[in-house]
Nanobody, 127 residues
């Protein structure tokens, strides 16, 4: 059974950093695409970053380019999202999601592509 569990969220001041973790179980990470999404109150879910693990390709949304970094530890079946230079507009619930694909550079920021989702972790950026 595919399962994703996020952790690492919390309150942080503007300019601060957090590292979010996504623990994956029930599947082989290297065969899946893992995406990180954010949903702010009253807004649609927004794709932030994606890791095509099969091909080792990382993709970032323009809105977070240069501030957030996606990484993985295949041995631990973990995917991380490092959040730097956080601003109040980064506040929201952060989700990791997964789907399997053999397509080269299968990264997608469309939530409908992803078949499996974690429960989310709240990030609140405020002074």
């Amino acid at each position: 059974q595919v399962q994703l569990v996020e952790s690492g969220g919390g309150p942080v001041q503007p300019g601060g950093s957090l590292r979010l973790s996504c623990a994956a179980s029930g599947f082989i990470l290297d065969e899946y695409v893992i995406g990180w999404f954010r949903q702010a109150p009253g807004q649609e879910r927004e794709g932030l970053s994606c890791f095509d693990n099969r091909h080792g390709i990382r993709t970032y949304a323009d809105s977070i380019m240069g501030r957030f970094t996606i990484s993985r530890d295949s041995a631990k079946n973990m995917v991380y999202l490092q959040l730097n230079s956080l601003q109040p507009e980064d506040t929201g619930v952060y989700y990791c999601a997964a789907y399997t694909s053999t397509t080269f550079n299968a990264c997608s920021f469309s939530p409908s592509e992803y078949k499996n989702w974690g429960q989310g972790t709240q990030v609140t950026v405020s002074s």
